[in-house]
């Protein structure tokens, strides 16, 4: 599973998962019309990223 980046460089917002583990992770992950990937929407820095009228998407950890 490729892992997204919890900051966003371009706008200096730090977001990092604030729960604990849940049942079904898939529940938590929302699709961006905008640029097409997936994000996780427990992650303030992720959530801020998407709702840009003009993103692109963030960079994948390797």
Same mark, same amino acid.
Do not use: W
């Given at each position: 599973?490729?892992?997204?980046?919890?900051?966003?460089?371009? +706008?200096?917002?730090?977001?990092?998962?604030?729960?604990?583990?849940?049942?079904? %992770?898939?529940? $938590?992950?929302?699709?961006?019309?905008?640029?097409?990937? +997936?994000?996780?929407?427990?992650?303030?820095?992720?959530?801020?990223?998407?709702? %840009?009228?003009? $993103?692109?998407?963030?960079?994948?950890?390797?």
């Amino acid at each position: 599973m490729t892992r997204i980046r919890t900051d966003n460089i371009a +706008t200096g917002y730090q977001g990092k998962p604030h729960d604990g583990p849940v049942e079904d %992770e898939s529940k $938590h992950f929302v699709y961006c019309p905008v640029c097409g990937q +997936t994000f996780d929407a427990r992650d303030l820095g992720q959530v801020f990223h998407h709702a %840009e009228p003009q $993103h692109t998407p963030l960079p994948a950890e390797q």
